[in-house]
């Protein structure tokens, strides 16, 4: 059982509950999912001199709503 | 491609392992630690040193990754960042991850679970946090409900509880949160879902 204070929501708890009576491999397999997402699967294999790098790239290339972009 | 199996992710600690790469899990060991959380990407921390690189190709052809010679040498030279999709997964080697200053320091912090070496929470959180992401804020907010739980959802830890905060939700809360404190209207959900899921780095 998760501990429980006032100030966490009820479902948030529930949630962390049912995660830690599963299995580590049935964490893994509800954790993992996987779409399509544009441009940035249409390579087989890219890599950066820095994160820094990997970050603009991110930011002048793919969607916002891929949720990569810097706020 | 489908999503990444945890049979892919024995492959990889029992490859890794085999040839003595030194690494650690990134976000995705937030899920090793208990954390009930959705991601599309599987990433780890990768010591960058000419040996290691090395290993990491070598257990990478074992894997079945598809590199030319090129590639390899990029690899074994430790660039940043480099973003595998030649495979029978996708993976980023992190070579340098945002927050994290040296990978002997997360080192020394790692944790061990069913085999997998495991970055601490509080580094895994420190890394999220410095990508000033969406999910980032996400994940600061959530930070003293995961340190409270933390101990309680990772039975395989024993002794092991983070000091300072850590991450997460399930993808359903998060978008909850967002919409609450980030102005993301009901029609956008599935958007936001989507894209905590798929922004570990």
Redesign the interface.
């Known amino acids: 059982m998760v501990a429980r204070t006032a100030s966490i929501p009820p479902e948030w708890l529930a949630e962390f509950d049912a995660a830690a009576k599963r299995s580590l491999e049935q964490r893994w397999k509800y954790a993992f999912i996987k779409t399509y997402k544009p441009v940035m699967d249409d390579a087989p294999y890219r890599s950066w001199d820095s994160t820094a790098d990997y970050r603009r790239w991110c930011e002048e290339n793919l969607p916002d709503w891929l949720g990569y972009g810097r706020v | 491609?489908?999503?990444?199996?945890?049979r892919q992710?024995e492959e990889i600690r029992d490859a890794f392992d085999r040839h003595r790469v030194r690494y650690l899990i990134g976000k995705?060991g937030a899920?090793?630690l208990?954390?009930?959380?959705?991601?599309?990407d599987?990433d780890v921390f990768v010591q960058a040193t000419p040996a290691n690189g090395r290993a990491i190709v070598t257990a990478l052809g074992d894997l079945g990754f598809?590199?030319t010679d090129a590639?390899k040498a990029?690899i074994e030279r430790g660039?940043?960042?480099?973003?595998?999709?030649?495979g029978p997964f996708?993976l980023d080697l992190?070579f340098?991850?945002?927050g994290i200053e040296r990978f002997e320091d997360a080192w020394k912090r790692h944790v061990e679970?069913?085999g997998f070496m495991v970055a601490h929470i509080d580094d895994i959180i420190a890394s999220k946090r410095a990508?000033?992401?969406?999910?980032s804020?996400v994940t600061a907010a959530f930070g003293?409900?995961s340190r409270?739980?933390a101990?309680?959802?990772a039975?395989?830890m024993i002794g092991y509880c983070p000091s300072t905060y850590a991450k997460i939700?399930?993808a359903?809360?998060v978008a909850s949160l967002s919409t609450m404190n980030f102005g993301v209207s009901i029609a956008n959900l599935p958007?936001v879902i989507?894209?905590?899921?798929?922004?570990p780095?």
């Open positions: 491609m489908a999503a990444f199996e945890y992710a995705s899920i090793l208990g954390f009930p959380d959705t991601t599309q599987a598809r590199l590639q990029e660039k940043d960042f480099v973003q595998l999709k030649n996708d992190v340098a991850p945002d679970v069913a990508t000033n992401r969406e999910g804020r003293i409900v409270i739980l101990c309680a959802t039975p395989r939700s399930g359903t809360m958007q989507f894209s905590l899921g798929v922004a780095l």
